[in-house]
């Protein structure tokens, strides 16, 4: 298995900036993926971002395209996302994944909130 743990997260004013770091431990060597999702108060989880951690091929939610940028660091065995121009509707509690093969197994962080003023 694999231990997630996220730090990063705090308050920000509309239009500010971010970076969320996520530091994984244990069997890094089955890492397929990193990711980070995001949960609003009342609203189902959804996904933000996504890194390769073999080619480093990114993915991103629509919403957050342009604004937040997802890199990761293998030595090191991080992965970051750097937030800019945040609106209140990024504010949500953000979970860091990892997806461990062979059995495609998912992991999950802590969470660190974020919040957006306006």
């Known amino acids: 298995q694999v231990q997630l743990v996220e730090s990063g997260g705090g308050l920000v004013q509309t239009g500010g900036s971010l970076r969320l770091s996520c530091a994984a431990s244990?069997?890094?060597?089955?890492?397929?993926?990193m990711g980070w999702f995001r949960q609003a108060p009342g609203k189902e989880r959804e996904f933000v971002a996504r890194i390769s951690w073999s080619g480093g091929s990114t993915s991103y939610a629509d919403s957050v395209k342009g604004r937040f940028t997802i890199s990761g660091d293998n030595a090191r065995n991080t992965v970051y996302l750097q937030m800019n121009s945040l609106e209140p509707e990024d504010t949500a509690v953000y979970y860091c994944s990892a997806r461990l093969l062979p059995k495609a197994l998912d992991y999950w962080g802590q969470g660190t909130q974020v919040t957006v003023s306006s």
């Open positions: 244990g069997r890094t060597f089955s890492i397929y993926n």
